[in-house]
């Protein structure tokens, strides 16, 4: 952990919002850094959250499957999604997530020294950032083993994508990811993104939502500019 704190959040390419929040995270690095506040990404399988506490997606309740469509065309405006117009649910959506985050989780834990390495840490990424491309830009089926591989292979060797695709059928990798939702659930988890934040007098504290990171930094004592508004382009504050 950074001396100055440490972010752990928990995504899951089934969610378009914890896209959001990989692609964030991975542009304030550098400042955070210099905050010495480390971050670290890590798959979890966001239909076991919904399931251990008793959450409902937001897309099978009519009422916010409505708004979301406002607010996701909101978000990807706000955290400038490249090409916001082909980011969009595949017809077959959602999909079964649990071998694409399987994979990632050995790809994590068993092939790269994601904690201590930033070359293994930036292909760990680059790979998990993959599987929303795939799926929501690309519109393919991350699920079947063929393209998860392919999938994989962008930014992994080829025999590490299949090595990875193969170990998400075993029951270590089964488990290992039922372990850690469940773990998060006891934490009180009901939702991706999911964020443990430990600041630098060691408090622990969960956050949940794209939509909080003014809260992350005010917890880790980050300096930042909040929301204000600026007069029209052009014209000068008025004075009283």
């Known amino acids: 952990m950074g001396k100055g704190g440490r972010i752990d959040v928990y995504l899951d390419c089934n969610s378009p919002y914890s896209y ?43 009422a916010k499957a409505t708004m979301g469509t406002f607010d996701g065309a909101r978000a990807k405006q706000y955290f400038k999604v490249p090409e916001p117009e082909k980011f969009s649910a595949p017809p077959f959506f959602p999909i079964m997530s649990l071998l694409p985050m399987r994979a990632l989780l050995f790809v994590r834990e068993e092939l790269l020294d994601v904690e201590n390495n930033v070359e293994d840490r930036e292909k760990f990424e680059k790979a998990f ?15 079947k083993p063929e393209v998860l591989v392919k999938c994989l292979a962008r930014h992994l060797k080829q025999e590490d994508a299949e090595r990875a695709v ?28 999911w964020f443990i934040v430990k600041n630098a007098k060691g408090v622990e504290e969960p956050f949940f939502g794209s939509d909080r990171f003014h809260y992350i930094y005010q917890f880790l004592g980050v300096p930042f500019r909040d929301l204000e508004i600026l007069p029209p382009s052009g014209e000068k504050d008025a004075k009283l």
Request: hydrophobic share 35%; proline share 7%.
């Open 20 to 62: 959001f929040t990989h692609m964030h995270l991975r542009r304030i690095r550098p400042q955070l850094a210099k905050h010495h506040i480390t971050i670290s990404m890590h798959p979890i399988f966001l239909g076991g959250i919904n399931v251990g506490s008793g959450n409902k997606p937001p897309w099978t309740l009519p």
């Open 129 to 143: 950032g993959e599987l929303w491309n795939m799926l929501w830009r690309e519109h393919e089926d991350i699920s």
């Open 166 to 193: 193969k170990a998400a059928k075993e029951e270590k990798w089964k488990k290992m990811l039922v372990d850690e939702t469940g773990r998060l659930v006891e934490k009180g988890a009901y939702g991706a993104p």
